[in-house]
């Protein structure tokens, strides 16, 4: 059973638009959502993350969105850049930063 | 300062055979971590060490794969009777206190099994 489910599969976006990868999670236990970047040959890189007592972060061109009731939360990345071009991971941990249930994917190319 | 650093980069090994991987946390960095990322998936639960010890290996699929950190700094992760499903990225992560921050990854091990 995926504890973490993520869509797209895969995004294409032109430069300047604005990317949207969503995530859905059915353990009320988590408490903590990180969103990953990965590039080819690279680990994942933590981009941002959120709390469940919070219902939007922003760091610069990253935003997460989060719905508690709907155990839904999204990455919107604004003004998206060819260098954006990467995996995203979205994940989630029972406590800060225990192990971490990623989810899947979403592959996204940002068109120059 | 360095990140975390793991070797080989690449590994091909023919079915059966036994393999370890390596990997250096970042200096200081209490708590080490092992995730398996095979194509087109994200990364999975292995194994985590506070110090020495392991604290939860509930992610090891099987009695083939094994894990060490003896002096509480690099660790080795063994896999015995290797199986062309063990083939994929295996990812090591240092904390530098488990539970209260950031897992840094390093660039993973890419296994393959002929």
């Known amino acids: 059973q995926q504890q973490v489910k993520q869509s797209p599969q895969s995004l294409i976006v032109q430069k300047g638009g604005i990317s949207i990868i969503n995530c859905a999670y059915e353990?009320?236990?988590?408490?903590?959502f990180p969103w990953y970047q990965q590039f080819p040959g690279k680990g994942p890189a933590l981009l941002i993350a959120i709390r469940p007592d919070v219902s939007e972060k922003k760091e610069g061109r990253f935003t997460i969105s989060f719905n508690k009731s709907a155990k839904q939360f999204s990455l919107h990345i604004m003004d998206s850049q060819p260098g954006d071009s990467a995996t995203y991971f979205c994940?989630?941990?029972?406590?800060?930063?225990?192990?971490?249930?990623f989810g899947k994917g979403t592959r996204l190319h940002i068109l120059p | 300062g360095a990140g975390v650093s793991q070797t080989p980069s690449n590994k091909v090994t023919e079915k059966g055979k036994y393999v370890e991987l390596r990997c250096d946390p970042i200096?200081?960095?209490?708590?080490l971590y092992w995730y398996r990322q095979s194509l087109g998936q994200g990364p999975e639960f292995l194994i985590y060490f506070q110090g020495t010890g392991a604290a939860d290996d509930s992610g090891l699929p099987n009695d083939r794969f094994f894990a060490v950190r003896p002096e509480g700094s690099v660790s080795t992760l063994k896999i015995q009777r290797t199986e062309r499903g063990d083939s994929a990225v295996y990812l090591c992560?240092?904390?530098?206190?488990?539970?209260?921050?950031?897992?840094?990854f390093g660039p993973g091990t890419r296994l393959t099994v002929t």
């Open positions: 200096s200081g960095h209490t708590a």
């Open positions: 992560a240092s904390s530098l206190v488990h539970g209260l921050y950031e897992q840094y």
């Open positions: 994940a989630a941990s029972m406590k800060n930063h225990d192990k971490i249930i």
């Open positions: 353990n009320t236990a988590f408490d903590y």
